[in-house]
């Protein structure tokens, strides 16, 4: 991708995120974080999982 595209392209993405209304983007932001795997399972994997499946097992 050449640098003209590429700017041509941030700059419409970032014409297209300005022109929507404060709330929606608040909306969309708040949508997002939610949709994130929890920070455990980001960082660490499956191993988080295993654990409480282990832990459950036993228990």
């Known amino acids: ?7 041509k392209f941030v700059t419409q993405q ?3 995120y300005m022109d929507l209304p404060k709330e ?4 969309k932001r708040m949508q997002r974080k939610q949709e ?3 920070l455990a399972y ?5 191993i988080p999982l295993s654990l409480r499946l ?6």
């Open 36 to 38: 994130k795997p929890p």
């Open 42 to 46: 980001h960082w660490f994997g499956m």
């Open 14 to 16: 970032l014409v297209a």
């Open 24 to 27: 929606e983007r608040k909306k």
């Open 54 to 59: 282990l832990f459950r097992r036993h228990s």
């Open 1 to 7: 991708m050449a640098a003209n595209d590429y700017v």
